[in-house]
């Protein structure tokens, strides 16, 4: 227990909790206890600290107020008190009051979530320090792996051929969090990790303590979250703040390690010299439901990522030329490295004794120019001058090439060591991030395309009425358009808003690659993707943007078309429309023309919102066995794009189960998938957190090409018919709920925040697509984040345990192939594992208390009974199936986040219900307001993957 006065975790009590805490299905014994007795120390360290500060700072009142919240809501774990004694205590409070203490539990959770990413830290190493067997999801024990099944250098160099992974940053309306608050986490961090890693003298263990309180007290007077709305400049630095925190350090020092290790264990295999891991954005391109993403927002997003890229590569080159102070009479100065330094500066000034220092001056003032040209006179420093005496680079690879000439001379010299250092990195990074620092996708509905398309047709006389004709009448119209160069439109073209809106934003798309580059804008992904001719209107898009050109016959586009399928209905026939598109010749000679690669990109949310989890799930991976098998006719290269959020509602959970998970042939050494909002900062907020992510992904994706991993061998057919059963079963259960009780809109908007999140300035994006309160137009993220903000977490759960109630009845053998499933099927036991963790991050005694949110008491009483008696359901399945009564049985890591620190979740619920009632009730003060976004953003760092 914890002392009383301190605002610190309270360590777990070992007594089992009433079967209506979902505690009762989260065991943990003395020895896992004892294993995070450090996990412990330190939250207790920055919890009192912050109690302190507290204290201090808002008064002994709120203090105490703030102890008493702590102390009830372990007391409700404990079965000592019930929840409406804590709700007792924000009664007739003034917002003013609760403030303070949505505060003090939000910075609580943050200040939690470092001390948990410190605990693996230190985990990991004493794993590494004992020499133990490789941690699964490690590129050590991937190489182990690939050892073992005794692959030969040929097929290591063929599965890994064109070897990409690609994480794709999205926006997020709870990752509101300002870039101070960022910067004070990262110094928490690094304090912490100087006391475990340091042996400190006691007046240096004071200092680092007085240091950490000092961020504490920092945080504690500045406001977490924004007040105004978030736009999408905001968002578009808020993603580039994570190239400086850790990407611009740990991807080229990665894609270094891997590219090295694999040639040392397969020499022969050729395994291409190019980066592995390279960065791509949605945040200003994706326009789908966001009317605010113009032309503008596209070369503001755009642009800012070159200088940044840019900005770091100059950076580098001013620290590299502090290195490299190597004397002509010293060292032997290469041909190339002669050329290279004998630039002549202005004044008359030479290369002087110190070539790699001239050389080095030579490539700055170089690039300098090119900042110059691409983004004006404004962007250049004192330390840039004199670009305007130097030539411009005009593609990256120039620049490269100079970089090698400096790398040549040093290992010329023997020195190696020097140029495997600052230099390495560099040549690497100008690899990874070019001059366009990542990839930005474009993205629109198939519903705005049409109508766009037909507007452009009608424009030029081509077709008045587009949208009545057939699908063979406008694929027949589309292909004739793209097979001719002359364009639709003329520069006087009188468009309406929309229409002209959207060619503008093609048409910026065109500027920034040929400003930046041809990987600037990489994709143009169409959402809600059901037909050839969803595809081709794109295409008629990029073409008058002049990035599609015909090319009498040989089309040619830098930026391919790539389909979403979201929907349960459009994964199914989604191998037969890229079957479809392909037998459309102008198209088919484009993907020719592309490597003969398509992507194609599955909706993890909108498939979840439409049929459940399990539904969902299966649908997805029936699309994956199917566009393998279409690519495989087709003879192309498939890659794969998942759109994977961070909760399991929108296909999150540990990644390296997820990709492992893949059905065979749908990974093939490519994988570009979605990293968004609160999973950012968890993963890529500092170096090492960021390394272990990436280097994750990368294992994953090796291992998913290299190896078999789907274990089913010859009852795969048998399997894939049983998930066919339980699917539709899960599914008609789910729709049941959500789409067939009467009222279920009413009791969902009523019983979560849902209208706050589009009310209260969170994110730049609306709620939903359209003006509806229809389920289907409601975008995924608040879909998800108003379940995950009540506890019910449904879209993770709901309807799976009644499809295998209902498959299993009273037949021992057919729980016993669902058992055998789990043990040797990567995909059901990973779906069933990431159902166990987000149940286990549920709690349907605080979702009661959201439910009284409902006024209707019939309505409430018969949607949340049937909540109630699925999530009952759910779990004895997963108990009878996987043999466990524990739900986290298989994470250690998040049962010890769970059982340790969700009772602090307990106030940030209850005070978001006291709150959104005021709200509800017309009070709509400032402080309600901000009380309400606070708690959002406090149980979204709390929970790591709310949305």
């Known amino acids: 227990m914890n002392d009383p006065g301190t605002f610190a975790p309270t360590p777990g009590s070992s007594q089992w909790r009433p079967a209506t805490s979902i505690v009762d299905h989260i065991a943990v014994d003395d020895a896992g206890r004892a294993l995070t007795e450090p996990l412990r120390d330190d939250i207790r360290l920055l919890g009192g600290m912050l109690g302190d500060v507290v204290r201090e700072h808002s008064g002994t009142e709120i203090f105490d107020l703030i102890e008493a919240a702590r102390k009830a809501a372990f007391a409700i774990r404990r079965s000592e008190i019930d929840r409406d004694d804590l709700a007792a205590l924000f009664d007739d409070r003034p917002a003013s009051e609760l403030l303070p203490v949505v505060r003090a539990f939000s910075l609580f959770a943050l200040l939690a979530n470092l001390g948990e990413d410190q605990h693996r830290e230190r985990r990991r190493a004493i794993h590494e320090r004992g020499n133990d067997v490789p941690q699964a999801s490690s590129l050590a024990a991937t190489y182990a792996k690939l050892a073992a099944a005794g692959l030969t250098d040929e097929q290591v160099g063929t599965g890994l051929a064109q070897a990409t992974v690609v994480p794709v940053i999205t926006a997020h309306p709870t990752e509101t969090r300002r870039r101070t608050v960022f910067e004070a986490q990262n110094r928490i961090t690094e304090l912490m990790r100087l006391r475990r890693r340091t042996e400190l003298t006691p007046a240096e263990e004071r200092t680092a303590i007085e240091a950490i309180g000092r961020q504490i007290l920092t945080l504690w007077q500045t406001a977490l979250v924004r007040l105004e709305r978030l736009t999408i400049s905001d968002e578009v630095a808020s993603g580039l703040r994570y190239y400086d925190a850790s990407f611009f350090d740990v991807v080229p020092t990665i894609n270094t390690e891997v590219r090295r290790a694999l040639l040392a264990q397969y020499p022969t295999s050729g395994i291409a010299d190019a980066p592995m891991v390279r960065m791509g954005s949605w945040i200003g391109g994706d326009r789908d439901g966001n009317p605010y993403v113009t032309a503008e927002i596209v070369t503001l997003a755009t642009t800012s990522a070159a200088r940044a890229a840019i900005r770091h590569h100059l950076d580098e080159l001013s620290s590299l030329a502090q290195e490299l102070s190597m004397s002509a009479r010293l060292i032997t100065v290469t041909d190339d490295l002669a050329v290279l330094s004998s630039w002549t500066l202005p004044g008359g000034g030479g290369g002087g004794d110190e070539p790699f220092r001239a050389a080095i001056t030579k490539i700055r003032s170089r690039l300098a120019a090119t900042g110059e040209v691409m983004f004006g006179e404004d962007f250049l ?320 994706t090796i291992e998913s090409s290299l190896l078999d991993t789907e274990g089913l061998g010859d009852e795969s057919d048998d399997a894939y018919k049983i998930l066919d059963d339980l699917a539709a079963s899960a599914r008609d259960a789910y729709s049941e709920l959500v789409h067939r009780t009467t009222g279920f809109v009413e009791y969902f908007t009523s019983s979560t925040p849902l209208s706050e999140i589009g009310e209260l300035n969170i994110g730049s994006r609306p709620a939903s697509r359209k003006q509806t309160k229809a389920i289907s137009d409601l975008r995924a993220i608040p879909w998800v984040l108003s379940w995950s903000q009540s506890r019910v977490m449904l879209p993770g759960w709901y309807g799976t345990g009644a499809a295998f109630e209902s498959w299993i009845g009273d037949d021992a053998e057919r729980l016993a192939t669902l058992q055998r499933y789990y043990r040797t099927w990567p995909f059901f036991n990973s779906v069933l594992s990431n159902m166990a963790q987000v149940m286990a991050k549920s709690d349907l005694g605080v979702a009661q208390r959201y439910s009284q949110l409902v006024a209707d008491d019939d309505l409430r009483e018969r949607v949340f009974g049937k909540i109630v008696e699925e999530h009952e359901r759910c779990l004895r399945m997963l108990a009878a199936i996987t043999g466990s009564d524990d739900l986290l049985a298989d994470n250690a890591a998040l049962k010890r986040s769970v059982y340790n620190r969700f009772p602090y979740l307990e106030p940030l619920n209850l005070l978001q219900v006291e709150l959104l009632k005021r709200y509800r009730n017309g009070d709509e003060s400032r402080e309600v307001r901000r009380g309400i976004l606070l708690t959002m953003n406090g149980l979204a760092t709390a929970l790591r993957n709310s949305g």
């Not at 406008?474 to 929309?498: F, G, N, T, W, Y």
């Not at 690669?597 to 029936?622: I, P, T």
């Open 381 to 700: 420093t004192t330390d840039d001058a004199p670009a305007s005496a130097a030539d411009a680079y005009v593609e990256a690879s120039e620049l490269r090439a100079d970089l090698d000439v400096i790398d040549r001379a040093l290992r010329a010299n023997n020195d190696d060591a020097i140029a495997d250092d600052r230099l390495l990195r560099l040549r690497e990074g100008v690899r990874t991030f070019g001059f366009n620092l990542s990839g930005l996708d474009m993205r629109q509905n198939s519903d705005v395309h049409e109508e766009v398309v037909a507007e452009l047709l009608a424009w030029a006389g081509v077709n008045d009425d587009y949208t009545s004709l057939d699908e063979s009448e406008r694929v027949a119209i589309l292909s004739a358009e793209l097979s001719a160069r002359r364009p639709l439109l003329s520069p006087d073209a009188q468009l309406s808003e929309l229409a002209a809106k959207e060619v503008a934003i093609v048409r910026a798309g065109a500027r920034a690659i040929k400003t930046f580059g041809a990987e600037t804008i990489p994709n143009y992904i169409i959402s809600m993707c059901t037909s050839v001719s969803d595809m081709l209107e794109a295409l008629i898009l990029l073409k008058e943007a002049g990035i599609f050109d015909p090319n009498d016959g040989n089309p040619r586009s830098t930026v391919r078309v790539v389909p979403l399928f979201e929907t349960i209905e459009d994964l199914q026939q989604g191998s037969h429309t890229l079957l479809a598109v392909l037998d459309v010749p102008i198209y088919r000679a484009l993907v020719e023309a592309q490597g003969g690669l398509q992507e194609v990109m599955l909706g993890y949310s909108d498939s979840n919102k439409d049929g459940g989890y399990l539904a969902a799930n299966w649908a997805l991976y029936r699309a994956e066995l199917d566009l393998v098998e279409a690519a495989r006719k087709a003879q192309i290269r498939l890659r794969l794009f998942h759109g994977r959020g961070g909760t399991v509602g929108r296909g999150g959970g540990p990644s390296y189960d997820a990709i492992l998970a893949q059905p065979p042939g749908a990974v093939q050494g490519s994988l570009r998938i979605t990293e968004q909002g609160e999973i950012i900062a968890a993963k890529y907020a500092e170096p090492v957190t960021a390394h272990r992510n990436l280097e994750t992904l990368l294992a994953a």
